[in-house]
Nanobody
Framework: QLQPVESGGDLVQPGGSLRLSCSAS????????VGWFRQAPGKEREGVSC????????NYADSVKDRFTISRDTFKNTVYMQMNNLKTMDTAVYYC??????????????????????WGQGTQVTVSA
């Protein structure tokens, strides 16, 4: 069974950049959707971006559009999220989640309705001066 593992979280100053990685063990990411979610202290977990791995089709939350870019490297079985112009509001634990969905054409940014059943442990991103 596919198990996602996140890495790349760090402390960064406002305006800085980070790249998060989501690698998969146990199976290939082909025919999967991969989503990035985040949860700040005292707040609900929210969807940030997602990608349909086979097609490369992406979706973003309004709060990160034009700042974050999700991509995939099928040879490395890894999905990345490049985060630029980071803001203090981006501080959160970032989670990678996967869903086997071979017929999907639009990836969801919600975890309801059974979406994204497999989750990583999370990686901390702190944006602070």
């Amino acid at each position: 069974q596919l198990q996602p593992v996140e890495s790349g979280g760090d402390l960064v100053q406002p305006g800085g950049s980070l790249r998060l990685s989501c690698s998969a063990s146990g199976s290939t990411l082909a025919h999967h959707t991969v989503g990035w979610f985040r949860q700040a202290p005292g707040k609900e977990r929210e969807g940030v971006s997602c990608i349909i791995v086979s097609a490369g089709r992406t979706n973003y939350a309004d709060s990160v559009k034009d700042r974050f870019t999700i991509s995939r490297d099928t040879f490395k079985n890894t999905v990345y999220m490049q985060m630029n112009n980071l803001k203090t509001m981006d501080t959160a634990v970032y989670y990678c989640a996967t869903e086997y969905a071979p017929l999907r054409t639009i990836c969801p940014l919600v975890r309801t309705n059974g979406h994204y059943p497999l989750w990583g442990q999370g990686t901390q991103v702190t944006v602070s001066a």
